[in-house]
């Protein structure tokens, strides 16, 4: 714990983690609080599902064009446009919404207006910390995202099974109002300075190793949106509404304690051998989930399956910035969230369909397989186009 001390201890840390709370609680938040509104709404598996690929998928397809905007005009604009729209559009989504149709399209309406949070805290930190910390701070944003996503979903369902619906759809807005408003008032978001492009260097879409981590995030991509659907309709199906959120919940302690680990324990680990073999590890717990019934043991096995996330999810954001274009700090990652967000959203949609057709365990069965390709894919990249994310960050 003490490389996480010291890390807060820099002036302006501690203010960069707790102005991204509430924003990212707002996230957090999001994907229930739309499946238990719009199921109370139209008492339809289906729709609830779509509604929450909608908001996935819209969100996914423009975040690179987001990430764009903050490499070029800086976070202060981008934000200042869209926090205020996200949080009008969960408040209208809540109190506006009719039917199904209605429903969906301002669910994606809420994806449009998605706001960089995350997009904009990370750059931030190399700015903050020496190039020797990177990993510990990166590690440190990763617990805390993991925190909260923690407490999102149980709040977010809390709101929509205890009040309503409309309750957890203005509480979401309301958050991200909160958040964002105190991370548009830093000054290291105020005074970010986005990174220079290289003359002559290749495009995203032109370079081999961001090529196979667009392959890599649409395997792992569909798998997640698969399991965002799966485990709450599980839940429902099982006439276990309530255990919908503290498994979700589960995977995001397991996320949080595995991101203390990458932190304190894997300093000397080459990012892509890292990021490849925690893949393999949580892609071998996820193969039997679908066996797995709601309640408890559902909740342990997806603490141990989420283990290894906290880890990767640091290795990860190494890899993408060891092999990406210069000049795309904010870009790069975008692009390859708006490809994973966008195999999430389809991954929603097929699981809410085949929960409400064929069961929730049907749609979990290909997880692990997913999962697992995935790994082979960065374990075959890391020979490749990877190679330079094999030395130490």
Excluded at 133 to 144: C, G, I, K, N
Excluded at 209 to 236: H, Q
Excluded at 287 to 300: A, D, N, Q, T, Y
């Amino acid at each position: 714990m003490k490389n996480y001390v010291e890390i807060l201890r820099i002036p302006g840390a501690i203010r960069l983690v707790v102005s991204s709370i509430p924003a990212r609680l707002a996230y957090a938040m999001s994907g229930l609080a739309i499946f238990f509104h719009v199921l109370q709404l139209t008492h339809s598996l289906s729709t609830a599902g779509f509604a929450v690929g909608a908001y996935s998928l819209v969100s996914s397809l423009t975040a690179a064009v987001r990430g764009h905007a903050v490499d070029r005009f800086g976070q202060t604009t981008p934000l200042l446009i869209l926090v205020p729209g996200f949080s009008i559009a969960c408040w209208v989504l809540g109190f506006v919404a009719q039917d199904a149709a209605s429903a969906i399209a301002l669910s994606g309406l809420v994806g449009l207006l998605a706001p960089p949070i995350n997009l904009s805290i990370r750059p931030l930190w190399k700015d903050l910390v020496d190039p020797e910390q990177v990993r510990t701070a990166y590690a440190l944003d990763s617990v805390v995202m993991n925190g909260v996503s923690l407490v999102g979903p149980a709040l977010g369902s809390w709101c929509a099974l205890h009040f309503s619906g409309t309750t957890a759809m203005a509480v979401t807005g309301t958050s991200m109002l909160i958040g964002g408003s105190a991370l548009l008032s830093s000054k290291l978001s105020r005074e970010w300075v986005p990174e220079p492009p290289v003359p002559g260097e290749q495009g995203i879409f032109k370079s081999p190793a961001m090529r196979l981590l667009a392959v890599e995030a649409i395997l792992i991509g569909v798998a997640f949106g698969l399991l965002d659907v799966a485990v709450p309709a599980a839940a429902t199906l099982a006439g276990m509404k309530e255990w919908a959120a503290p498994t979700l919940g589960a995977i995001a302690l397991g996320g949080l304690f595995g991101g203390i680990a990458a932190g304190t324990w894997f300093h000397n680990v080459a990012p892509a051998r890292g990021l490849y073999f925690t893949g393999y590890i949580f892609a071998i717990i996820a193969v039997p989930l679908f066996l797995i019934p709601p309640g408890i043991p559902s909740m342990i096995v997806m603490f141990i399956f989420a283990l290894p996330i906290g880890v990767t999810q640091v290795f990860y954001l190494e890899v993408v910035d060891m092999v990406r274009p210069r000049g795309a700090a904010v870009a790069a990652q975008a692009t390859l969230w708006t490809i994973e967000g966008s195999a999430v959203a389809l991954g929603n949609s097929v699981a809410g369909f085949i929960a409400e057709h064929s069961g929730a365990g049907i749609a979990m069965m290909a997880i692990g397989p997913l999962l697992l390709l995935a790994a082979v894919v960065l374990h075959r990249g890391s020979r490749g186009p990877l190679v330079a994310a094999m030395q130490r960050f």
